[in-house]
């Protein structure tokens, strides 16, 4: 089974509004951290925001939330105020076993185009 | 502020040949990672070392190897080149005490011809 589903594989957003894009997980592992990875085209992997499972209240970066509801194993991303700089790939991650644990797991990846 | 270095950022080789990846990591981060991205594919785990030792091994072929140096860093040699090894090759690094984002490397472009 998938460990991260992405299940936009691409998505175009209007200058200025905001943008969610979705991600599921699986795990049965009680500490884990979800994290999102901006990757433009120039190909660098650019940390956005990290989300804990212990964590109480929903992560935030400047323009980034992360819309997390454990129940239902999602860790949305929401940007706010989309810029044309934010086209690029985005990729959810997890890492399961808390601070001891190791490697990454990517979802597929969703491609984001924003129109001026 | 230092971040992990990667070099070459682009290597043409050709089919059989040899290839040596090296990763510098952020200074006192202990732990490495190695990830290969294929053309439109999601980044996929190597393997990891957390102070020089091997800590977890993912889908690497039997023709990679790698290894941690007393310095940190690190080197992944691939041997036996083929054309599907055409991949961005990334090294991230993290503090394993904290529980932090890896950082990641710009990556090296690797292409078999």
């Known amino acids: 089974a998938q460990k991260i589903t992405q299940t936009q594989p691409g998505m175009f957003v209007q200058e200025k509004e905001a943008v969610t894009l979705d991600c599921t997980y699986d795990?049965?592992?009680?500490?884990?951290?979800l994290f999102w990875y901006k990757q433009p085209s120039s190909g660098e992997m650019i940390f956005l925001i990290y989300?804990?499972?212990?964590?109480?209240q929903n992560a935030t970066e400047g323009r980034y939330s992360l819309n997390f509801q454990k129940a239902r194993k999602s860790a949305n991303l929401v940007i706010s105020a989309s810029q044309l700089g934010d086209s690029a790939m985005y990729f959810c991650?997890?890492?399961?076993?808390?601070?001891?644990?190791?490697?990454?797991?990517f979802g597929g990846g969703t491609r984001v185009l924003v129109k001026p | 502020a230092a971040g992990v270095i990667q070099s070459p950022r682009h290597l043409i080789k050709e089919k059989r040949e040899t290839a040596t990846l090296k990763c510098y990591p952020i200074?006192?981060?202990?732990?490495v990672y190695w990830y290969q991205q294929g053309p439109g594919q999601d980044p996929q785990f190597l393997i990891s070392?957390?102070?020089?030792?091997?800590?977890d091994k993912g889908s690497i072929p039997d023709r990679f190897s790698a290894q941690q140096f007393s310095d940190y860093h690190s080197e992944l040699n691939m041997s036996s080149l083929e054309l599907g090894d055409s991949a961005l090759y990334f090294c991230?690094?993290?503090?394993?005490?904290?529980?932090?984002?890896?950082?990641f490397g710009q990556g090296t472009r690797l292409t078999v011809v």
């Open positions: 200074p006192r981060h202990d732990t």
């Open positions: 989300q804990g499972s212990y964590d109480q």
């Open positions: 795990t049965s592992d009680p500490s884990y951290g």
């Open positions: 070392f957390y102070e020089k030792m091997q800590s």
């Open positions: 991230a690094s993290r503090r394993r005490q904290l529980n932090t984002e890896a950082f």
């Open positions: 991650a997890m890492r399961e076993g808390g601070a001891a644990g190791n490697k990454l797991t």
